[in-house]
């Protein structure tokens, strides 16, 4: 019986010391943010709610080897063979790639989305043209299947209808998802495995297309010669087994494995002014394609695989930022453009500057200032929205009429 107690007492004994140690590595790891938090809060009552957010925000992102966690997690639901993690937060298709889904019964109705958009067009000058750019879904229609008890969120439908409402008030558009499983590429190729983003072979094919649709608009062809939009012009550089992307990040590498990344930038002579502004950040760089336009930093980080700053996507105009302007100094008498985009669109709008004057690109959920009326007083000739099916959202479409 002494002995029986006594290993009780040893078991509480290392419990209680496994969670005190455990505490305090994680006050000390996330004691900096909660600090930095503090020194900023505003303290009055009716904040309240909005520091205790901030700092159980601070406590979640910083416990002590949380991405250790998460691929221990992600290794338990792999060895039971499931399909999906945190209540279906992320999922997995019959061919192992990851997806963001939730339940749904139908598609979502985007008419007031779909009205915005026509307002930015009357509210542009009469001589700007105005696209309306669709990029593909992950989930590909006639090759994504889900196992049974999937959920599936209907964006390519919603797709549809937002589509269709824009073609009945005259608005130009493109729907990447057209041609999409006969451009070469190899389906299962498309788009990464632990990513929501399209790989970029797959975004260079959508520049090809759409200079394809731009050279039926305009009486002077972007690339008449075909040879910005030849693939054998660039470099192609692989990088295998580097890249965990936003849905790998929270399932870890041992529930779908990593990706392998290209890097494609121009072997011909390239010359570029690149300015951005998020907040108060902003620079202005200058020189080649791969100077100016590309930061091979994610590509080179060292010992921070989940970490945002390692993800590869972010190669690309450094990422999403508030407003952008690219400009092509080798191509002076070019189309002037604005891109109102999400991140996927980012490496295609990059390879587009090849073959225009000028690109300005707008984030709407970085940019604090009123779109319409940039895109109203800016000299531009052409004014793109891509906006992907899963981001059809209020969040994205801070602009026009809501009636």
């Given amino acids: 019986m002494h002995n029986f107690f006594a290993k009780k007492r040893i078991t509480a004994f290392l419990f209680i010391l496994v ?200 009486n002077k062809p972007l690339d008449p010669d075909h040879y910005f939009t030849d693939l054998n012009n660039y470099n192609v550089v692989p990088y295998q087994d580097i890249f965990i992307g936003s849905q790998g990040r929270k399932a870890g590498k041992y529930f779908a494995g990593d990706d392998d990344f290209d890097l494609i930038y121009p072997k011909f002579k390239t010359d570029y002014s690149f300015y951005f502004k998020t907040g108060e950040t902003e620079a202005t760089l200058n020189g080649r394609f791969e100077d100016a336009l590309l930061t091979t930093y994610p590509l080179n980080v060292q010992g921070a695989t989940y970490d945002l700053t390692a993800d590869k996507y972010f190669t690309y105009l450094y990422g999403n930022q508030g407003i952008v302007h690219v400009v092509n100094k080798d191509n002076s008498n070019g189309l002037k453009v604005l891109f109102i985009k999400d991140s996927l669109a980012v490496p295609m709008i990059s390879f587009l500057s090849t073959v225009v004057s000028e690109i300005y690109l707008i984030d709407p959920r970085y940019y604090t200032g009123d779109i319409m009326d940039f895109a109203s007083k800016t000299d531009l000739d052409h004014v793109f929205v891509s906006i992907s099916p899963q981001d059809l959202v209020d969040e994205f479409f801070p602009y026009g009429s809501k009636d």
């Fill in 19 to 218: 969670l005190v140690t455990f505490s305090v590595l994680n006050i000390i790891q996330s004691f900096g943010p909660i600090q930095k938090t503090l020194a900023s809060a505003d303290f009055h009552y009716s904040e309240a709610k909005e520091l205790i957010h901030e700092l159980d925000d601070d406590i979640n992102e910083h416990v002590f080897d949380k991405f250790g966690f998460v691929e221990a997690y992600g290794y338990m639901q792999s060895l039971m063979w499931k399909n999906e993690e945190n209540n279906f937060e992320v999922v997995k298709d019959m061919e192992g790639k990851l997806h963001y889904t939730y339940f749904a019964t139908g598609p979502t109705d985007t008419k007031d989305l779909s009205n915005r958009v026509a307002a930015l067009g009357a509210h542009l000058d009469p001589k700007t043209k105005l696209t309306y750019v669709m990029t593909p879904d992950k989930y590909v229609r006639g090759y994504t299947q889900f196992p049974e008890g999937i959920p599936y969120n209907y964006n390519n439908e919603t797709a549809d209808g937002f589509l269709a409402n824009l073609k009945q008030d005259g608005i130009d558009t493109v729907d990447l998802r057209e041609g999409l499983l006969e451009n070469g590429i190899p389906a299962k190729d498309l788009f990464f495995t632990t990513d929501h983003h399209w790989k970029i072979k797959t975004a260079f094919w959508a520049f090809g297309q759409l200079v394809n649709h731009l050279d039926g608009m305009y």
